[in-house]
Nanobody, 118 residues
Framework: QVQLVESGGGLVQAGGSLRLSCAASGSTFTIKTMAWYRQAPGKQRELVARISSEGATMTVNSVKGRFTISRDNAKNTVYLQMNSLKPEDTGVYYC????????????WGPGTQVTVSS
C-alpha cells in the first residue's frame, strides 16, 4: 500500500526555519506532481507549494520568497524548506499529489505539526 510519511515539524520562533520531509512508497512517485498542504486550526486544508516530476515549482503568494519546495526522486522524497517563519504559518503540514476530479492519488499521511511562536 502506498504511504506518505511527513516529518520535520516542530516549535520555532518567528523568523526561524524548518525543513519538512515527505517520504513516499511506491514506484509511481517519480511521475507525480507532488504538493505540500497545510491546515491551520479551524481552517480548511490549503495548498502551499507544488513541484512537477521534472522539478517545476510553484508557491502560493503567502509563502513566496520564504518557502522552497524540492524533491529527490531517487529517495521518493519531497521537501519543504521554510524560512522567515511567521505565526500565521502555524498548522499541520501534509504532502500529497494534486487533486484530480476531487481525489488525491495517495491516502493522507499523519502530517507534521508546525508551530511558530511570536
Amino acid at each position: 500500500q502506498v504511504q506518505l510519511v511527513e516529518s520535520g515539524g516542530g516549535l520555532v520562533q518567528a523568523g526561524g526555519s524548518l525543513r519538512l520531509s515527505c517520504a513516499a512508497s511506491g514506484s509511481t512517485f517519480t511521475i507525480k506532481t507532488m504538493a505540500w498542504y497545510r491546515q491551520a486550526p479551524g481552517k480548511q486544508r490549503e495548498l502551499v507549494a507544488r513541484i512537477s516530476s521534472e522539478g517545476a515549482t510553484m508557491t502560493v503568494n503567502s509563502v513566496k520568497g520564504r518557502f522552497t519546495i524540492s524533491r529527490d526522486n531517487a529517495k521518493n522524497t519531497v521537501y519543504l524548506q521554510m524560512n522567515s517563519l511567521k505565526p500565521e504559518d502555524t498548522g499541520v503540514y501534509y504532502c500529497n499529489s494534486l487533486p484530480s476530479f476531487g481525489s488525491y492519488f495517495y491516502s493522507w499521511g499523519p502530517g507534521t505539526q508546525v508551530t511558530v511562536s511570536s
